[in-house]
């Protein structure tokens, strides 16, 4: 049986479960919120253009406006300065938004420590226990963020220091951009940096490292809880925005079922 065919049976028998690992997209949904003097991303907006009345009588439908960067959303790497002449998000090629996931999961220690950060020995001791790092794999990153996700105030728990979410340490983004087989991270909060790494050396590694490396990112993702370690297939489909520096995604996993 050729493989398509095995996972057409798998998904018909409930051997394979898709799981859909987008939040929803509404004017609820949480968004970043820059420091001055930066410009800030507009959030989700509908707008009804009909809906079974004189303006379109059988007819329901909407215009939208929002960032690139809201909601459950894919970063490419000319969104940052490290990556500018890199691809822009039309431009990532389609067998790039399909590959194998891994889940490190610090709910945890996050649970104890907002701003916790994955360090290298994280990801190596993932590696002892569950085997190699995949190519051209997702690292997902499981920190409990994902809770949050219906309150702006809960997700990007701010005070007078700025916000505390977690993230990953400098060298940990250097090496997961520079030395892994991995081409992107997903998390589930805000952004794939800190909520602390504006005062990082280099800022917003993460960001920095992974874009500048023609790498990439997948924010404010859910129930990364009901994936296993390893062995699940990971799905990201941002719009295809000709100059788009990231897009709003549908992002779904392939997961075996035992
Ligand atoms: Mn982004």
Not at 12 to 34: F, N
Not at 163 to 189: K, R
Request: hydrophobic share 40%; net charge negative; glycine share 10%.
């Amino acid at each position: 049986m050729s493989t398509l065919a095995a996972l057409i049976q798998d998904l018909a028998a409930g051997a394979v479960e898709v799981v859909d690992l987008t939040q929803p997209l509404s004017e609820q949904t949480p968004v970043l919120v820059l420091p001055e003097p930066f410009v800030n991303t507009p959030g989700w907006r509908m707008h009804e253009l009909s809906r079974f009345d004189d303006r379109g009588p059988a007819w329901y439908w909407n215009s939208f406006e929002g960032g690139e960067h809201v909601g459950t959303h894919f970063d490419a790497p000319i969104h940052w300065v490290t990556g500018k002449d890199g691809q822009d998000v039309s431009q990532v090629p389609a067998n790039r938004l399909i590959g194998p996931a891994i889940v490190i999961d610090k709910s945890a220690e996050v649970a104890g420590d907002p701003d916790y950060l994955l360090t290298v020995e994280d990801v190596e001791a993932f590696v002892e226990e569950h085997g190699p790092l995949p190519e051209a794999g997702w690292l997902l990153y499981r920190t409990g963020w994902d809770t949050r996700a219906h309150d702006q105030d809960a997700f990007l728990n701010a005070d007078d220091s700025g916000p505390h979410t977690p993230g990953f340490s400098t060298e940990c983004a250097q090496w997961l951009a520079e030395e892994s087989p991995l081409i992107g991270v997903g998390v589930e909060t805000v952004g794939t940096d800190a909520g602390a790494a504006h005062s990082f050396d280099p800022p917003f590694p993460c960001h920095g490292f992974m874009l500048g490396s023609g790498k990439y990112g997948l924010t404010q993702l859910a129930n990364l809880a009901t994936l296993p370690p390893t062995g699940s297939v990971l799905v990201a489909a941002p719009l295809k925005i000709v100059e788009g520096s990231g897009s709003p995604a549908r992002v779904l996993a392939l997961k075996p079922v035992s």
